[in-house]
């Protein structure tokens, strides 16, 4: 047995974990293991690709099996990173549609979460840009999916409960340089910073830092990020190459103890992040402006050996302006915000498991203590009464009462499962939890 976690390193538990090193090896694990969950690279914050029984991971397969440098088109093995897939495209001059905000995932698991980036109010997730699927099934078939089926539907973000995706097929999307055109805004509060959200749905990409410890008139302050590719034309010589950026991370060294993060470090460090952000437009890689956090490895370290929590919701928008509100409040009344919480809008969702909604996405971390596991479910009230929910790929302790009443297609999911895995091959830690 190995002891595994996700990126949250909350639930560690102890899994029969088996790496099949290619294709071949990895389909006679779905045939003879009575169940399984796939696992691609671990980012999953909680127990989404963890299965005591056993967890097949799917890095080994990790090949580029055909690529159309002039259709702009891709198909991949399911383990294959998006980093190095970017370091494969990004010479001919294509970039990923969508992209989460670490390139340290999977294409399997960009698929079965349905990650969105900086850019779904305008693109969509990761899905509606993939042309098909390779799908093992429970009873060992191998069947090709493609957008309009529902099998197709219910895999995009599916968690991995549908089976196991071997191949993806890609559209890329097309870029003339390896730069971001960012431009930086400040927004006093959260009023300020949904109208900022909506006046600017023009750019491709927009994301928000947000300030969770501020209070008052200054409840909500952020600073908002936004980002174009930039064309050719507005780089100087020697910036305008597609060369990708890999930047080497540095690696934090030891584990933090657990007093480390208080709100007295985490209020210093918001001051003076939000003092030193300066408002107006830069040039920066693709890897500082989408991947700032891979600049730390392991940076989940910092919360010490008890892990900790990423807390997702999504809130309608009509109901994000009163539903953020009462949440920061609450946060900022503990003083239990973390560094880096994130502020995204949201477009319409997809497939019947969907986390996305028209709304606003917010997103923080909160160090795995029982205060904190109390102030979550406190949080979760509030995302209830105001018709939102929380994403799965993210999620480690919600209850399942709450799930069921926020993912109002899942009976839609759990009859397509029902007839595809009787036996219930495909299961994970957090579908039992949830009653998937
Ligand atoms: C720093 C950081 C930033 C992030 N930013 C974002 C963001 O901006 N937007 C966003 O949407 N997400 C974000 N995430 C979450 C991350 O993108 C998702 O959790 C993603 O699913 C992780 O992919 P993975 O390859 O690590 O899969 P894992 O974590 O190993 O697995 C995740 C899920 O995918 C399933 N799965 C994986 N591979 C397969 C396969 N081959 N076949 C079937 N199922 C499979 C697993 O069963 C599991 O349910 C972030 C995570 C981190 C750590």
């Known amino acids: 047995m190995t002891r595994l976690a996700g990126w949250g390193r909350f ?49 080994g397969l990790r090949g580029v099996l055909a690529f159309d440098p002039d259709a702009g088109r891709v198909v991949v093995e399911a383990g294959l990173l998006l980093g190095d897939l970017i370091a494969e495209i990004l010479p001919h001059g294509w970039f990923l549609p969508v992209t989460p905000g670490t390139k340290f995932v999977s294409v399997g698991g960009a698929v079965a979460a349905d990650v969105h980036g900086k850019n779904h109010h305008g693109a969509g997730g990761f899905s509606a840009h993939v042309a098909g699927i390779e799908l093992a099934l429970a009873d060992g078939r191998i069947v090709a999916c493609v957008p309009g089926e529902a099998l197709f539907a219910a895999t995009c973000g599916g968690m991995g409960l549908t089976g196991v995706i071997l191949a993806v097929t890609l559209r890329l999307k097309r870029v003339e340089t390896a730069m971001i055109r960012q431009e930086t805004r400040r927004c006093a509060n959260l009023a300020e910073a949904m109208a900022a959200f909506e006046a600017t749905r023009g750019w491709t990409y927009s994301v928000a830092w947000i300030d969770c410890l501020a209070r008052g008139a200054a409840l909500g302050r952020c600073i908002l990020l936004l980002g174009e590719h930039a064309r050719r034309d507005e780089v100087a010589a020697g910036q305008g190459g597609l060369a990708p950026v890999r930047r080497r991370g540095l690696r934090v060294p030891v584990e933090f103890p657990s007093w480390a993060l208080n709100r007295w470090s985490v209020a210093a460090f918001n001051e003076i992040y939000w003092r030193r952000a300066r408002p107006g437009s830069t040039l920066v890689d693709h890897d500082t402006y989408f991947y700032p956090l891979d600049a730390v490895l392991e940076w989940n370290r910092i919360y010490g050996r008890a892990g ?23 946060i900022a009344r503990a003083g239990a915000g973390s560094f880096l919480s994130v502020l995204k809008l949201l477009g319409a969702p997809a ?73 219930g091959t495909f299961w994970s830690a957090q579908s039992r939890r949830l009653g998937i």
């Open 351 to 423: 497939g019947p498991m969907a986390f996305a909604m028209e709304g606003f996405t917010l997103a923080l971390d909160f160090p795995a203590t029982p205060g904190n596991f109390a102030l979550c479910d406190e949080l979760d009230a509030i995302v209830a009464d105001h018709g939102g929910r929380l994403y799965l790929a993210k999620d480690a302790r919600m209850g399942g009462d709450f799930f069921r009443r926020s993912y109002p297609r899942l009976a839609e999911f759990q009859a397509l499962r029902a007839g595809l895995d009787p036996g």
């Open 308 to 330: 900790f929590l990423q807390y997702q919701c999504v809130l309608p928008k009509a109901a994000s302006a009163a539903g953020l509100a009462a949440i920061l409040t609450r």
């Open 11 to 59: 639930p560690r538990l102890d899994v029969r974990h088996l790496a099949p090193p290619d294709r071949a090896a990895a389909l006679a694990a779905v045939v003879t293991e009575p169940e399984l969950i796939a696992r691609g690279n671990g980012r999953a914050y909680g127990d989404a690709a963890l299965n005591p029984r056993a967890t097949l991971s799917m890095l």
